[in-house]
């Protein structure tokens, strides 16, 4: 039968199995006797509140994906912030390269966003320069 700890225990296994350590290995790195770890994998126990906090800090999941399996949609003014990072990047590539866009627009244009997105603001045109003319300079 699944319950909300069997699922979310799950969820865990799946963490730990992408990082590629043990049970073992990933109860010492969230700072939790094995014990409890497996308890947590195996549905038996609720994880509290400070092992998700450092799940969600050492991979790219929130609260809400560990609780309840569901990714968070983005809300309105951060995608507003990654639309204008995003204009900003196409701009300057149509301004400034030469032919069809490529792989390479698209890399360009993907670490504008992970820019913009870790920051929480938009990336400015200046910024946006000076990181298209690196590739000048090495």
């Not at 947590?40 to 609720?46: K, N, S």
């Not at 890399?107 to 504008?112: P, Q, R, T, W, Y």
Request: glycine share 8%; proline share 4%; with cysteine.
């Amino acid at each position: 039968m699944s319950t909300p700890f069997y699922e979310m225990g799950d969820r865990l296994r799946r963490l730990r199995r992408a990082a590629g350590q043990t049970q073992v290995e990933f109860a010492e790195t969230l700072g939790v006797s094995l014990r409890a770890y497996k308890g947590y994998e195996g549905g038996e126990r609720e994880i509290p509140t400070s092992v998700i906090l450092k799940l969600c800090d050492m991979s790219s999941v929130t609260p809400s994906w560990i609780l309840t399996g569901k990714k968070d949609d983005i809300d309105p003014a951060s995608m507003e912030m990654l639309k204008q990072t995003m204009v900003h990047g196409l701009d300057l590539l149509r301004t400034h390269s030469t032919g069809a866009p490529s792989d390479n627009w698209a890399e360009f244009l993907a670490v504008l966003v992970s820019m913009s997105h870790a920051q929480g603001s938009r990336v400015s045109k200046e910024v946006a320069n000076n990181i298209f003319n690196l590739k000048d300079k090495l």
